[in-house]
């Protein structure tokens, strides 16, 4: 699946948020050495940056595109294109950041214990990943997929599916690495004065993408019309003419 910094970037503030309300729950360490996993267009980084301006950053992802994007926004700080299923450091770090990236990647019972034992003593790992899997913008999504239109090619995508465990899986599996696991969950109500439409936009950054690889450029337009159909269902227009869309979102800060 490629990833578009461009496409993913038009609601850089709605999804950038989560990331400063996440690092602030970050218990107090001096940071040395710092990572942004799944970094995407370094918007991220940016905010990891400014919580810990000494350190020495290092940005992970897998998309060059997303990679290019972050490189030319933090030249001075470090990019590396690698799959954070197999990241490896060779040195441990006091900060970890994956906001919004960690969904991605199914086994989360290999990767969280994984990407613990790469702290120092007193180190954070510090996630986010939505908890929107219920929500009607993926039901919708895997409903219109499973369509008699649409499931011969896009019937099997199952990336709006995996992985789901629950707060207290997260922490019996984090505790026995860690000495403190703070987990919460906030919904976000993201306005969007552009309607239906601006939520049809905001997943062609995200969740769209793996349905829309499945299909040839001059299918994408009728696809992304029922989607949007369903969606009108669902997410009713405001007085203002906007649209608010819901995302709850999923936060863990596991301490070494
Ligand atoms: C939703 S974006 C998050 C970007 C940014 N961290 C933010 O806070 O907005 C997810 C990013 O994770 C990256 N990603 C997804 N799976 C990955 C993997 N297995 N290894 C490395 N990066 C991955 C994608 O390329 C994308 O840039």
Redesign the pocket.
Known sequence: MT?SAQQ?SLFEAE??RP?RDLLSAVPPKEVAWAA??????G??TEVLLHRCPDAAITG????SD?LDAARERLPGLRFQQ????AWQPSDPYDLILA???LQ??PDHAALFPQLAGCLTPGGSLAIQMPDNQDEPVKRLLRQVAASPRWADRLGDERSTRFPRHPATWYYDLLTPHCRRVDIWRTTYWHVLPGGVDAIVEWFKG?ALRPFLALLDPQEQPAFLQDYRDALAQAYPVQADGSVLLPIPRFFLVATR
């Open positions: 990833w993913y999804r950038t990331v942004d996993l799944g970094c995407g267009p918007n991220s992970v992802d897998s998309s997303m690698a799959d954070i299923a906001n919004a990236s991605w990647i995200s």
